[in-house]
């Protein structure tokens, strides 16, 4: 166990410095300008430089990677130590830009807005997390209730219903179904509110209406895949010698079902949706997109539309530690559960 | 030499109770279902010019205009008819879609064969990059990527390739390390065949079937995802009409007129659910024989 | 025996089972009749696809959805259970009527507890409560010979070894004392020390409990040590029936009768006694004969076994034969065609000659090497499977060599390291004086079309992507045995070796059945025309009437071809008939090795000795001494000192066995033992089989 534990830290660790200089080069070969971007078509050729240069873009990619890793405040000291020497490269220095690195908790700047990358994030990042909770509770266990109910009356109607409606809802893609909910719910029937411009972390939380369509949206993303795969697990298990055994012992369908059946048909799926934890944080970018949601996902998505490197580099490396962590619980989750691993 | 009448050949009798060895997928009332969706959709994109009443890009409605005879099915923004819009904007998803997958299957072949085959460090290394890559939820990645390089559908391929070739790899892999296993193989090896005449010849044609199963699933998802990239605004650069950014751009007016952005969502819906259905049917089907 | 009481437990009338496949009906069991009364045993012997495990999943009531009883009934304690519901049945199924199965691991519920499953049965059926219940599953596993009942109860089914799942699911069925007791293939898959000692427990159970048994097995050996009587079915019907000594000593049903020629067993050598094989295969059930089912491969069939459908016959109250000419049987005189005689070794003896393939000090290690985080964290160590341990063997030219030997003895890992698949850890082989102690990849071209291999499994020994000719054309080209234009010609030639029709070439593997699959490796093996034929368990997963065509094919092989064969078998009786020079091993090391007759009389190494006692043998007059080894083979992670069998031997002498490793002790020429024992003390021991 504290192997399987040592071995996703390391893993972890090691990806996300492969992600971080990954996305360095990548946007070393982009052709976008920032400054360009930032300061619209009218701008002068000048005072694209100037800002280049306040931005610090002029420095070699190497250094900057560096930089926001560890940060240029110890630059001066430094420098004093070893004499006046110029240990970085002109133009990667200037002045105000007094920081820490990232792996003292500084995510830098954002070269969008001016603010600070952290504490923006963050806010993102626990609303996501709010939105992705709430969801994951009210879809998990229905969509495990479909499944086993499926599994259990397999070829009967019930099991057809079931396992069609999910292909379809799953199938279709979310903003697909979102404009659908939001033509039925709010144009036809008027029940829930129509979708504004962008809410503030604050409002996005005011009203139990508000969150309804994303998690009615995101239910019909997930509940499908999830409850044909509880389906598709029960299914094989009550094929398993172990079942024929149980029923011909003179075991009640119902005690065979409970107590031997689902025990082993359930450790797929629930397994596999710890990993889904990790998809309903940050890849639910439609639906932030779609009724205005301020989470992870939106903010990634302007940060690389503005190529705004340091959210995307922040942001891709939070990603990056959150879906290891989720599959590290799935791995302790499998290893608990399943009694093989567990005692041998 | 046991009797071979035991649970799991019961079980696999009774779902062969509806399979024939040919006709299986006629006999499959979803697979059918889908698969006349995604020819219906095929028919359309490739009549299109015939079928639509105006070039998508024109301006020939008012703004936002209702459906009515002219334009059965409403004006959008700008007042391009949306038929129209619609029947084109069939053609680049049907042509992106099965394309990039091809591309992500061909390099998941070889990169699966290689590590399937040689095992030891080179599978190691080789996993743990994918291992990394799946990490990502595929939309990030597909918008970091896309970000990165700018959008036309060139890049949208490069996209898709790159976010679909893990998975393929991974299957591919996994069938390879267990055909590879196999008696025959040993044999292969005890003739003194080359590693490249094994993967090929021994290893590779006992992957297809559930390869090609895999693949029609594979395709819907690109639809999805083409779709998805479109909304967001990484897909194909305006004017084209890609069904996706057409409901991201119609999305402003959607309670004052939503033709703009339903049919656009239902065409994509239909036709990743029919690509589903019938790969979904597909594997049923095999699974049986 | 008077504790068979008149009482008759379960009646079997005319059954009939039929499943709807998509290619219509298929008639799995057709009229079978039976009886068994209290405190009996019936043994059904048959082939695969027999409809055996049918009858019971019939009588049983459970088939799967498109199976369905046609007709006939199934009295149990007098009250008829076709058409019964599962609700109907649920109170009768575990209490009076209880099953054990094929393979325990699978059997088990991998998530539960032993105690778990064993006191739901009493808590459901008896209403006790879980301390009673427990008490009672408590002193069943006594019963049931279980090492520490206590602890048992506590872990799951993976932590335990197949022999001890067995028991817990034998001690599961017992719970209730059920009137009737079906055992389908209880032992298969067990190895064969520890199959004695289930059987052994089998037949004291059944002093103890009076329960009517009826036990369903291929291996006719198995069921004359159980059985008080036997049923032999074949293609779903029931062909002969009666008292064990009657069917063994006297069999009147033709296919019966094949089927006793077609065993080979620890008596018989290739020399003594030539194995008969019955020619063709089991017809498809779609597609059965109109007259008697075994008409097609009869070797006594007159015309009107064709036309008509032979009714099954009772003979003096006692016996049952479903055949027309069944009262010839006894004048019959079984036809001995003369090919099939092997006639005594004539080889070209070249004296001092090198051996073919000479093995020295030969050791093959699996080994574990954890990372470098588990070391530090974890404390893992490095782990070891010592699968060959110092192995030094030679194969003459032109003989036949045997390995047998149990499961963890290392005879798999030994066959893939001489052939290359396997890289050796240590030690030398010599092959046609060449080293070669190198995977296959690096040895010398040459060298590798010399020395080949038939494996294991028929299912995936061929690629089911390539018709029989590609398979057998591609080792041709490749080895250029003989130019390109006779490549088509060769491969015919090989398909007539082994008994194969020419249309045969076309055809893909998955359309063929085990036997022939078997045989069209065995021509890609020869293909090249090697010195050397490594043979991995060939026949193991092959019906008893295939088997015999596969052993004699080999047979033919070296005869004709010169070809020496190295064949691995865990089948004594196999390895017996087939071999000149058997090796047996234990755990990695060889324990005796000797010519086939000097090997199964005394002198014997003890393990040996425990081999013979417990192979079931398919007589019921002759006389076996019963020697058990207690629990089951140690872990190769870890194997006992000094000698590797000190911790099961009978014989062991004192701590000399548990120090020094036995030295080797040469009984005659040819015939090693490695044991500490001294010799003249082992030549005194009893012969364990005799009557033959």
């Not at chain 1, 609303?127 to 969801?135: E, P, T, V």
């Not at chain 2, 391009?80 to 394309?99: E, H, K, T, W």
């Not at chain 3, 008080?228 to 009666?242: H, K, S």
Request: hydrophobic residues 45%; neutral net charge.
């Amino acid at each position: 166990m504290t192997e399987i534990i040592l071995r996703r830290l390391g893993f972890m660790l090691l990806t996300m410095f492969i992600v971080s200089i990954t996305i360095f080069v990548i946007s070393e070969v982009v052709p976008i300008d920032v400054a360009r971007n930032i300061l619209g078509q009218f701008a002068t050729e000048e005072t694209i430089a100037a800002l280049r240069e306040q931005l610090g873009l002029n420095c070699p990619t190497s250094a900057r990677y560096v930089i926001w890793l560890i940060g240029d405040d110890w630059v001066p000291p430094a420098r004093e130590l070893l004499g006046g020497e110029d240990l970085l490269p002109s133009g990667c220095t200037p002045e105000g830009l007094d920081r820490a690195g990232f792996v003292r908790g500084d995510m830098g700047v954002s070269t969008r807005t001016g603010a600070l990358v952290a504490p923006y994030l963050l806010r993102r990042l626990k609303s996501s997390l709010i939105l992705a909770g709430i969801a994951f509770v009210m879809i998990m266990p229905l969509s495990l209730l479909f499944g086993v109910l499926a599994g259990l009356k397999e070829g009967e109607f019930l099991d057809h219903f079931i396992s069609i409606t999910s292909i379809v809802t799953t199938s279709s893609p979310s903003f697909a179904v979102g404009v659908i909910l939001i033509v039925i719910f709010a144009l036809w029937l008027g029940w829930l509110p129509g979708i504004s411009a962008l809410m503030t972390e604050a409002s996005a939380f005011e009203s139990p209406a508000k969150l309804a369509m994303p998690i009615m949206v995101l239910f019909f993303a997930e509940a499908g895949y999830v409850a044909r795969m509880t389906r598709a697990s029960l299914i094989d298990v009550m094929c398993q010698p172990y079942i024929r055994t149980a029923i011909l012992k003179g075991l009640p369908h119902w005690e065979v079902v409970f107590k031997h059946a689902l025990r082993n048909a359930l450790l797929a799926p629930i397994t596999v949706i710890t990993l889904h934890i990790n998809w309903l944080i940050g890849g639910v970018v439609v639906v932030e997109m779609l009724f205005g949601f301020p989470g992870l996902g939106s903010a990634l998505l302007e940060a690389s539309l503005n190529k705004d490197l340091y959210v995307i580099e922040a942001g891709a490396l939070l990603m990056t530690f959150v879906a290891t962590s989720t599959q590290l619980l799935s791995d302790i989750i499998y290893v608990y559960l399943n009694p093989r691993i567990r005692y041998s | 030499m046991t009797d071979r009448q035991d649970m799991n050949w019961i079980c696999n009798q009774w779902r062969k109770l509806r399979t024939s060895r040919v006709a299986f997928l006629l006999e499959s009332n979803l697979a059918l279902i889908g698969l006349s969706i995604v020819i219906l959709w095929v028919v359309v994109a490739i009549l299109a010019p015939l079928l639509a009443p105006y070039a998508p890009n024109n301006i020939t409605g008012e703004s936002n205009g209702a459906p009515s005879m002219t334009h059965p099915m409403g004006t959008d923004h700008l007042g391009r008819d949306v038929f129209s819009r619609l029947l084109y904007g069939s053609r680049s998803i049907l042509l992106l879609a099965p394309f990039s997958v091809l591309c992500a299957v061909m390099m998941g072949i070889t990169l699966g064969l290689t590590a399937g085959f040689f095992g030891g460090i080179v599978d190691e290394v080789m996993m743990r990059i994918l291992d990394a890559v799946m990490a990502f939820p595929v939309l990030l990645l597909y918008m970091i990527i896309i970000a990165a390089v700018g959008a036309s559908a060139i890049n949208v391929v490069i996209a898709i390739t790159i976010g679909g070739t893990p998975g393929i790899t991974r299957i591919v892999r996994s069938l390879a390390l267990d055909v590879r296993s196999r008696e025959f193989v040993q044999a292969a090896r005890l003739r003194g065949e080359s590693p490249l005449y094994i993967m090929f010849r021994e290893i590779l044609p006992n992957c297809l079937g559930p390869l090609i199963v895999d693949t029609c699933l594979r395709v819907g998802y690109a639809t999805f995802a083409i779709g998805t990239l479109g909304f967001l605004g990484l897909g194909l650069p305006p004017p084209d009409p890609d069904w996706g950014r057409m409901v991201a751009e119609g999305r402003v007016w959607i309670l004052t007129a939503p033709w703009t952005v339903l049919f656009p969502s239902l065409a994509i819906s239909s036709l990743v659910v029919g690509l589903n259905l019938f790969a979904d049917g597909l594997s049923e089907a095999s699974r049986r024989i | 025996m008077d504790r068979i009481a008149e009482e008759r437990v379960l009646v079997v009338e005319s059954l009939r089972v039929s499943y709807e496949t998509r290619r219509g009906d298929v008639k799995a069991v057709r009229d079978v009749s039976f009886k068994i009364k209290r405190g009996e045993a019936l043994g059904l012997v048959g082939e695969s696809g027999c409809g055996k495990s049918t009858t019971a999943m019939a009588i049983m009531g459970y088939l799967s959805s498109n199976g369905r009883v046609d007709g006939g009934r199934v009295l149990f304690q007098g009250e008829n259970l076709v058409g019964k519901t599962d609700k109907e049945l649920q109170p009768i199924r575990g209490s009076r009527m209880a099953m054990v199965y094929q393979d325990p691991m699978t059997t088990l519920n991998p998530s539960l507890r032993i105690e778990r499953q064993l006191t739901e049965v009493l808590v459901v059926h008896e209403g006790l409560t879980k301390r009673e219940a427990h008490e009672r599953c408590i002193e069943m596993l006594e019963k049931v010979q279980m090492p520490d009942p206590g602890q048992m109860m506590k872990r799951y089914p993976h932590e335990i070894s197949g022999g001890q799942q067995q028991r817990a699911v034998i001690a599961m069925s017992l719970l209730c004392n059920p009137a009737l007791l079906i055992m389908d293939e209880p032992t298969t898959g067990l190895d064969v020390t520890v199959e004695a000692t289930v059987l052994d427990l089998v037949r004291a159970l059944r002093n103890e409990f009076d329960s009517a048994l009826l036990y369903i097995s291929h291996n006719l050996g198995v069921i004359a040590r159980v059985c008080d009587r036997i049923g032999v079915m074949y293609c779903g019907e029931l062909l002969e029936e009666g008292r064990v000594e009657d069917i063994f000593l006297n069999p009147l049903h033709p296919y019966t009768k094949s089927l006793l020629g077609c065993i080979p067993s620890v008596g018989t050598s290739k020399t003594v006694v030539p194995l008969r094989p019955i020619p063709g295969r089991v017809p498809a059930l779609n597609a059965l004969p109109a007259g008697c089912v075994f008409e097609p491969r009869c070797g006594y069939s007159e015309e009107r076994c064709r036309e008509v459908h032979p009714p099954l016959v009772t003979i003096e109250g006692d016996r049952s034969v479903r055949c027309a000419r069944w009262e010839d049987m006894g004048e019959m005189v079984t036809p001995v065609s003369d090919d099939l005689a092997v006639s005594l070794t004539v080889r070209d003896k070249r004296e001092d000659t090198e051996p073919l393939l000479s093995l020295s000090h030969l050791k093959t290690f699996y080994t574990d090497k954890p990372s470098w985080i588990g070391r530090l964290v974890a404390g893992k160590k490095e782990q070891c499977v010592k699968a060959v341990d110092d192995v030094s063997v030679d194969l003459e030219s032109q003989t036949i060599l045997g390995v047998v030997g149990e499961s963890g003895c290392g005879k798999t890992s030994l066959a893939k390291t001489i052939v290359g698949l396997i890289a050796p850890t240590e030690g030398r082989i010599e092959f046609l004086g060449v080293d070669v102690s190198k995977i296959v990849e690096k040895r010398p071209g040459g060298i590798r079309k010399e020395l080949q291999m038939v494996f294991q499994n028929p299912d995936s020994t061929l690629n089911p992507t390539q018709s029989v000719r590609q398979i057998i054309a591609r080792p041709l080209q490749i080895s250029h045995t003989v130019v390109r234009s006779q490549i088509q010609e060769e491969v015919c030639r090989l398909l007539d070796v082994v008994n194969l029709d020419e249309s045969y070439l076309g055809s893909r593997p998955t359309h063929m059945s085990g036997g022939e699959k078997q045989r069209v490796a065995i021509a890609r093996a020869i293909a090249s025309r090697p010195e050397l034929v490594v043979c991995d368990e060939p026949v193991s997963s092959l019906d008893v009437s295939v088997q015999g065509a596969v052993l004699n094919t080999l047979l033919d092989i070296q005869r004709v071809y010169k070809t020496s064969l190295l064949f691995i078998s865990h089948d004594l009786g196999v390895v017996r008939y087939l071999c000149d020079v058997i090796v047996v091993m234990y755990l990695g090391k060889v324990c005796e090795i000797g010519p086939g007759e000097a090997l199964f009389t005394p002198p014997y190494h003890p393990y040996t000795e425990a081999l013979l006692s417990a192979v079931p043998v398919p007589d019921p007059t002759v006389k076996q001494a019963r020697i058990r080894l207690e629990g089951s083979v140690p872990s190769a992670l870890n194997p006992p000192t000094g000698c590797r069998f000190h911790t099961r031997c009978p014989r062991k002498v004192g701590e000399i066995c548990e120090m020094t490793e036995p030295p080797a002790q040469l009984v005659s020429e040819g015939h090693v033992i490695y044991c500490h024992i001294p010799l003249g003390y082992l030549r005194q021991v009893k012969p364990v089989i005799h009557g033959e």
